[in-house]
C-alpha cells in the first residue's frame, strides 16, 4: 500500500516521482484510487487549464512547446498532459514528435505526462480530468491538455478546459476541414501556426469570417482573437500568452471560469458514476451473459435493446427495468 | 402513433421516406424506438458494412461516392451513413462536401444519411449502430459508413464495420500523422487517395513500412492490401470494391464475419444499457443533485468519487454501493 498523505506532500514538493505515481495510481483506477482523489481534492482549483486541439500536423507539440517555454520565463509551474492515442505502430513515430518537449525534462518546473486514448475503461473522458487533478493538487500553475486526435471525445476534452485554444495552419487544416472536425465553435483563442507559410492569412480571414468575428456582439461577449504563430521559431508565442491571460481575467469578472469549473465538475461527476455502472455491466461478462445475448442479437433472434434489458437488470436488480423507449 | 410493421415493409420496398422515418424514430429515441427494433431484429445480417475513416482533407466523400457508384453499376442497393460533426459554423460548408453526393440523391437503390456526433444522449457509439440497423433491414446489400472526424469515437465506430477501410493522401495526413490519429491498425484495407499527387508512392510506401507488410505472416493471416486511387476521376474504385470483396471471403473462409458481428453487437448492447443507466442518472439532474454536487466538487469541498456514489446510489438504489477502487 502506498502512503498516500507522504506521496501528495512529495508531489506538491514538485518531485516528478511522486507526480507520476499518482497519475499511475489514478489511471489505473488502484484500489487507493478513492484516498487519493479525496486527498487531492481540498487542494485542487489553483490550476489554469488551457485545452489545445486542431487537426494533426498543424504543430500542436510545437505550439504546447513553446507555451510551456514561455510559462516557465514567468516562473510559473507548468503541468503538460498530452493525449495520445496508444498504437502498436505509433510509439517509436510519436517519440520523434516529442523530441521537443525533450527541451523541458528535465526542468523541474515542468510536468509532462502522456496518456494514451485508448484501452481506459471509460476512456478520455474519464481519466484526464483525474490527471488534471493530480497536476492540480500538485502546484502547477497552468496545466496545458494537448489533444492528438480530433473527434468527438478530443473535442469534448479540450472544451472542458478553462480556456480552449485551437490550432490551424496554412494548407493543411483549412477553415472547413477544422468545421468538418467540428472544432471551430469551441476555441477562446485561435491560433494560425506556420504563419510563415503561403495562406497563412488567407486561414486567417477565413476563419475570422466562419467565426462571424465581424458581426457585432453584446457588450461584454468575448471576442475570440486570432493569433499567428510560427512555433517551431516561438514566433507569436507571447501574444497567444497575453490572449490566454485576457481570457482568462475577462472570465473572472464575468463569473465564467466559476461557471465553466461546475459544469466541468457535473461531467466529471457524471463519468465517474456511468463508469462505475458500466463496470458492473463489465463483470457480467464473466457470466458469459452478455457473450450469449450478443450471439443472439448477431443471429437477428433478439433485438439490443430486449438484450440490455437483461444486462440492465443484472447490475440492478430486476426491479428497476430500464425505461428507455417506454 | 406509427404504424411501425406497415414502415417496416415499406422500408423493405425501398421507399426512402419510410426509411428516413425509422431512422428518426431510432435516433430520437422514441417511444416507439423498442418496437422499431423488435421489428427490425430478424431482417438484419444481409448488409455488408463498410467503415471508411481517415484524416480530414484525404477525400472520404468522394472516395465514398465512387464506391457507390461501383457498387450501383454492379446492382446492388447502397446505404450511406455519413457520420459529421454538426456544427452551426460546419452545415453550410459541409453542404458543399455533399455536392457529389447530390449525383446519387434520385437513385432509389442509394440511401445516404448523415449523422450529427454530438448532442446524442449516448453519442455516435450508440446511434451510429441503430442507424445501420434500419439500413440493413431495409435491405442495403452494402452499408459504407463514413466517419468524419478522427478521434476515439470514430475509430471505434469505423473498427466496428465488417471490413474498415483506412484513407491516407500524400502530403497530408501521412502516415506520422495517421499513426497519430491512431487509425493506423484498424485497416483491412488501406487506400492511398489522390495517388496523381506528388508523394503518393513514398506515402504508399512508408504506409506498407509502418504495418509491416513485408514481414513474415502466419499462414491464413490476412495482409492488407494498399490500393491507390484518384476518387474524383473513379481511378482505382474498382481495385478498392475488389479488395473489399477479397477481404469478404477472407471473413466468411475463416469465420471471422460471424465473430466480427459478435463482438459488434456486444458492444452494441453495452453501449444500449450503459446509455439506460446514463439516463437515469441525467434524471437526477431534474433534482438538482448532480448541481449541488458538481458545485461542492469544483469548490474542492467534496472529491468526485464521493459525489458519483452518490448519483449511483440514486440511480441503483443505495444498497448498491459502486465498488469503484474498493
Known sequence: ?????????????????AVARLISLVEGASPQL???????????????????TGSPGVGKSTSTSALVSAYRRAGRRVGVLAVDPSSPFSGGALLG??????????????????????????????????????????????????????????VEIASQADTSVVLLAPGMGDGIQAAKAGILEIGDVYVVNKADRDGADA?????????????????????PPIVKTVAARGEGTDEVVEALEKHRAWMDEHGELTARRARRAAREVETIAVTALRERIADLRGDVRLEALAAR??????????????????????????????
Chains 1, 2 share one sequence.
Open 1 to 17: 500500500m502506498v502512503d498516500v498523505p507522504e506521496l501528495v506532500a512529495q508531489a506538491r514538493e514538485g518531485r516528478p516521482r
Open 203 to 223: 486561414t486567417a480571414r477565413e476563419l475570422g469570417h466562419m467565426l462571424g468575428l465581424g458581426e457585432a456582439r453584446a457588450p461584454g461577449d468575448w471576442r
Open 34 to 52: 478513492r484516498e487519493v482523489m479525496a486527498a487531492l481534492a481540498p487542494l485542487t482549483g489553483g490550476a489554469y487549464v488551457v485545452g489545445l
Open 297 to 326: 442479437v448477431a443471429a437477428g433472434a433478439l433485438d439490443p435493446y430486449a438484450a440490455a434489458d437483461d444486462l440492465v437488470a443484472g447490475v440492478t436488480g430486476p426491479e428497476q427495468a430500464p425505461r428507455h423507449g417506454a
Open 97 to 154: 514528435d516529442r523530441v521537443r518537449m525533450a527541451d523541458h525534462a528535465s526542468d523541474p518546473g515542468v510536468y509532462i505526462r502522456s496518456m494514451a486514448t485508448r484501452g481506459h475503461l471509460g476512456g478520455l473522458a474519464w481519466a484526464a480530468p483525474q490527471a488534471i487533478r493530480v497536476l492540480d493538487a500538485a502546484g502547477c500553475d497552468v496545466i496545458l491538455v494537448e489533444t492528438v486526435g480530433v473527434g468527438q471525445s478530443e
